[in-house]
């Protein structure tokens, strides 16, 4: 084999090799990056011709041959420069060329030049990013709501970045459990909450508050659920404090709150762990309002459940169970409220006994529905502030915005846009800046360029 052979031969590995490492690095089409090598190489032609031509390119990788040749019609009179040729300068290149002929004229890439080989290069890089951001927006908005695994990768005024391996995902100061505390290279776990498209890429916004992170972990510790023997038929949080838990079963046999509880309670309390201790209370789910009630509200008495309307119930409590039946700061209501649709008023025995005729009345009577407007003013200001503010009362520091956090990602990934990715850059190194001369000059200016059960009773597990 000739010297030119054996470089031809060298030069078809270093192709073959060069795009099987970017499709399987950035999970994206062969067919994608040789469309944009081609591309690339059309642009840096054109970018040396300096006039407009019709360029074509030929990638064959197999053979590992490159091919760049401009294609035009012979015409008798020029009409579009791009893609026509005057037969009198086409009989300058072939004497026996006639009119309406093709004329085929191969490009050598050593004469491109430095900067149309870097233009080339950066057109490759922009097309490759580009499809990657696209399968990553795909492929993680089709698993919102699925529990993810990073790394603590980055921990900015309160906000998270967390590595998922392909991309990075924010976890906001407001979906974070204000219990827990995390360093860089922690593990964590999260829920997808949500994938913004953004100018400089996907956004995955994951959560450890939402009611679909306590589900997606007992799916992940109860075999029940996950194989859809017990089904979870809703999750209402406290996050980090408290949280209820309904689940329900088609199959007589088994027991859906044993099975969420565990032996000895490793099942739940794997769970409790993951949530910073917070309190689980499973319930046996029944369409039957009087029971139900009963149960959310276990182990608290409940004397009696009186329904109001459509949107209200009372229920009269053991006095003695008054207390626990509220919870502290109102909290087991305010759950047990969310879990049943309901507004709920609850009483004493002895209190409700001791009510007028009149201050029964007025307990019984269902309260008229609040527009839109009435409930978004009558909602708690200091609540909502630090939801937008995030600030953490106890760093005392101004937590960022989503926005600002992403506004500083992009800015990094935009100075890294600048440097050159190895692997991308691998395919215009070896296939063609290898067949181009050096222009030292060129290049020094570029380069600078995350309870209560209901067995036979219901028990609550702290």
């Given at each position: 084999m000739n010297k030119k052979g054996k470089t031809e031969a060298v030069k078809a590995l270093d192709i073959a090799a060069s795009i099987t490492a970017v499709t399987k690095e950035k999970s994206i089409s062969t067919d994608l990056v040789l469309d944009s090598l081609k591309d690339a190489l059309t642009t840096a032609a054109r970018k040396y011709?300096?006039?407009?031509?019709?360029?074509?390119?030929?990638?064959?990788?197999e053979r590992g041959t490159i091919e760049v040749f401009t294609r035009q019609i012979v015409v008798e009179e020029v009409?579009?420069?791009?893609?026509?040729?005057?037969?009198?300068?086409?009989?300058?290149?072939?004497?026996?060329?006639?009119?309406?002929?093709?004329?085929?004229?191969?490009l050598d890439i050593e004469q491109f030049g430095r900067m149309a080989i870097q233009t080339a290069k950066q057109v490759i890089i922009q097309r490759v990013r580009e499809a990657e951001r696209e399968k990553i927006f795909?492929?993680?908005?089709?698993?919102?709501?699925?529990?993810?695994?990073?790394?603590?990768?980055?921990?900015?005024?309160?906000?998270?970045?967390?590595?998922?391996?392909?991309t990075e995902a924010l976890l906001p100061y407001r979906e974070q459990i204000r219990k827990e505390h995390y360093r860089q290279g922690d593990n964590i776990r999260a829920c997808i909450l949500e994938v913004k498209n953004n100018?400089?890429?996907?956004?995955?916004i994951v959560s450890r508050t939402c009611p679909e992170f306590l589900a997606r972990l007992f799916e992940?510790?109860?075999?029940?659920?996950?194989?859809?023997?017990?089904?979870?038929?809703?999750?209402?949080?406290?996050?980090?404090?408290?949280?209820?838990?309904?689940?329900?079963?088609?199959?007589?046999?088994?027991?859906?709150?044993?099975?969420?509880?565990?032996m000895r309670g490793n099942r739940v309390q794997a769970i409790v762990r993951e949530l910073a201790n917070e309190r689980i209370d499973i319930i046996n789910w029944t369409e039957e309002l009087s029971l139900l009630v009963r149960r959310v509200f276990s182990p608290a008495e409940v004397k009696?459940?009186?329904p109001v309307g459509e949107r209200k119930i009372t229920v009269v409590i053991s006095e003695e169970d008054l207390a626990q039946a509220i919870g502290r700061e109102g909290q087991n209501i305010r759950l047990a409220s969310k879990m049943l649709d309901k507004e709920i008023d609850v009483f004493g025995d002895e209190e409700f006994a001791n009510l007028t005729d009149e201050q029964r009345a007025a307990a019984l009577q269902e309260q008229p529905v609040?527009?839109?407007?009435?409930?978004?003013?009558?909602?708690?200001?200091?609540?909502?502030?630090?939801?937008?503010?995030?600030?953490?009362?106890?760093?005392?520091?101004?937590?960022?915005?989503?926005?600002?956090?992403?506004?500083?990602?992009?800015?990094?990934?935009?100075?890294?846009?600048?440097?050159?990715?190895?692997?991308?850059s691998d395919i215009t190194s070896k296939a063609i800046e290898t067949l181009s001369s050096t222009d030292e000059d060129?290049?020094?200016?570029?380069?600078?360029?995350?309870?209560?059960?209901?067995?036979l009773t219901d028990t609550e597990i702290a």
């Open positions: 011709l300096g006039t407009p031509t019709n360029v074509e390119a030929k990638v064959d990788r009409e579009d420069p791009e893609m026509q040729i005057s037969i009198a300068d086409a009989k300058e290149i072939d004497d026996d060329i006639e009119i309406g002929d093709e004329l085929v004229q191969d795909s492929d993680y908005s089709d698993r919102v709501g699925e529990l993810v695994t990073g790394t603590v990768q980055q921990i900015e005024k309160g906000n998270i970045l967390v590595n998922l391996g392909r100018p400089k890429g996907p956004q995955v992940l510790e109860v075999p029940e659920i996950f194989d859809k023997t017990v089904r979870i038929v809703k999750v209402v949080r406290d996050p980090g404090h408290r949280s209820k838990i309904a689940v329900t079963t088609n199959d007589s046999r088994v027991d859906p709150v044993g099975a969420c509880v565990g009696r459940v009186i609040e527009s839109e407007e009435e409930i978004a003013m009558a909602a708690d200001p200091d609540d909502s502030l630090q939801d937008d503010a995030g600030d953490d009362p106890e760093s005392g520091a101004d937590t960022a915005s989503e926005e600002d956090l992403v506004l500083e990602d992009d800015t990094e990934d935009a100075a890294t846009e600048e440097g050159e990715d190895p692997v991308l060129a290049e020094d200016a570029i380069d600078k360029a995350q309870l209560q059960s209901d067995g």
